[in-house]
């Protein structure tokens, strides 16, 4: 277990501070709301099931509050910060802070959606405060980028978490819910109260849990799935026979698809599995 000093990590006080030595005021742009409570942080590693040999890759690490937390954890930490002023202050930080740990760092400054790679061992977790406005693709593209994560958890706007985590039949299931389940078993894993950021922000915040899965067995690829699904939630109040026609061809190509896949051409998008999207794909293709 680590010996890390309980005050490594920052608290109010200091997370004020970097940011005014620094001259950051978080922008609604990068939906930047820093962490400022270092039980909030180990509460999420905790729930994260981070571990001694893990190789933890964080999102938007901000002014390194869960930075410091996961490295109390974890083997390795790889943060990919997108911010030019906040990448350059986190290696200070770290070594400020820990600089037991300051190998076990390394730093991507980058956008995420453009990451292809990342130095050091493969990843085998992926644990992040994610900004509101990009949380699902960022999320997903980390998952199909690199499928040695096997865990993930990520605070997101509360109601990403509850669309992240539906299931058919939800009124808030769509792409979102569908897309994740490709990749991974998901499901709520708590909320966090507005307190806890700087600056507040309007909405509430929950913790999405991802257990890697293997994708569904199907011949058809996971563009052309993600194509059915897309095109089944562009229309949400449509039957799957009339929102799946342009995707198919016509009314009548979609029905065919939709009735060799085994699904009723009356249903709509919300009531079916990504599994039975996978269906609807092979039968089209």
């Given at each position: 277990m680590s010996t890390t000093e309980p005050d490594a990590l920052l608290g109010p006080a200091d997370i004020r501070e970097l940011a005014a030595a620094l001259g950051?005021?978080?922008t609604k742009q990068r939906g930047q709301n820093f962490v400022i409570d270092a039980n909030t942080v180990r509460r999420i590693v905790r729930t994260a099931g981070v571990r001694e040999d893990d190789v933890v890759v964080e999102i938007g690490p901000g002014l390194?509050?869960?930075?410091l937390a996961l490295l109390e954890a974890a083997d390795q930490v790889v943060a990919v910060e997108i911010d030019?002023?906040?990448?350059?202050?986190?290696?200070?930080?770290?070594l400020a802070r820990m600089p037991e740990r300051v190998t076990r760092f390394s730093?991507?400054?980058?956008?995420?959606?453009?990451v292809r790679e990342l130095p050091g061992p493969e990843p085998t977790a992926l644990v992040a405060n994610l900004p509101y406005n990009v949380a699902v693709p960022v999320l997903l593209h980390m998952l199909d980028r690199f499928p040695t994560i096997e865990r993930t958890l990520v605070m997101v706007q509360a109601e990403v978490a509850d669309r992240l985590a539906a299931r058919p039949g939800n009124k808030v299931y769509g792409v979102p819910s569908v897309k994740a389940n490709w990749y991974a078993d998901v499901k709520r894993a708590g909320s966090i109260g507005r307190n806890v950021f700087w600056p507040a922000p309007n909405?509430?915040?929950g913790l999405v849990s991802l257990v890697r899965?293997?994708?569904p067995k199907t011949t058809a690829t996971k563009a052309e799935v993600f194509a059915v699904v897309d095109a089944a939630f562009a229309q949400r109040r449509k039957t799957l026979r009339a929102a799946l026609a342009g995707?198919?061809?016509?009314?009548?190509?979609?029905?065919t698809a939709l009735v060799a896949a085994g699904i009723s051409?009356?249903?709509r998008g919300e009531s079916l599995t990504v599994e039975e999207f996978a269906r609807i794909a092979e039968a089209k293709a």
């Open positions: 950051v005021r978080p390194g509050s869960l930075t030019d002023v906040l990448a350059g202050a986190l290696p200070s930080t770290i730093l991507v400054h980058a956008d995420a959606m453009q909405v509430d915040s899965h293997d994708p995707w198919a061809g016509s009314p009548v190509a979609a029905e051409p009356q249903a």
